[in-house]
């Protein structure tokens, strides 16, 4: 079992930049496929950036391609969301995720599969 905690979020600007932070313990994360979700008020929960197990192939929601970036440190065993050019429609509360099951180059896109879940970071993007 892997415990997930976020960290990073806050309030940004329109235009700005902020890199949140997926920090696991149990187990090192590459041992399962990460993603990233976003829940904002009002609304249900949405996948925006995967990472595969094996770190070789990610994928992104279109809402987010071309400005957010998931990525893996084996080292600090943390995932990072890498977000540029933040939109006011950016705010919501991120949420990383694990599924154990997929293996290889499979990214996770469906919410239903994910095994384990963060308490979730606020990012609240201003106009």
């Known amino acids: 079992q892997v415990q997930l905690v976020e960290s990073g979020g806050g309030l940004v600007q329109g235009g700005g930049s902020l890199r949140l932070s997926c920090a696991a313990s149990?187990?090192?994360?590459?041992?399962?496929?990460m993603g990233w979700f976003r829940q904002a008020p009002g609304k249900e929960r949405e996948f925006e950036a995967g990472?595969?197990?094996?770190?070789?192939?990610?994928y992104y929601a279109d809402s987010v391609k071309g400005r957010f970036t998931i990525s893996g440190d084996n080292a600090k065993n943390t995932v990072y969301l890498e977000m540029n050019n933040l939109k006011p429609e950016d705010t919501a509360v991120y949420y990383c995720?694990?599924?154990?099951?997929?293996?290889?180059?499979?990214?996770?896109?469906?919410?239903?599969?994910?095994?384990?879940w963060g308490q979730g970071t606020q990012v609240t993007v201003s106009s």
């Open positions: 995720a694990a599924d154990r099951d997929r293996r290889g180059s499979i990214v996770v896109v469906t919410i239903g599969e994910y095994d384990y």
């Open positions: 990472l595969s197990r094996n770190g070789g192939s990610t």
């Open positions: 149990g187990r090192t994360f590459s041992s399962y496929a």
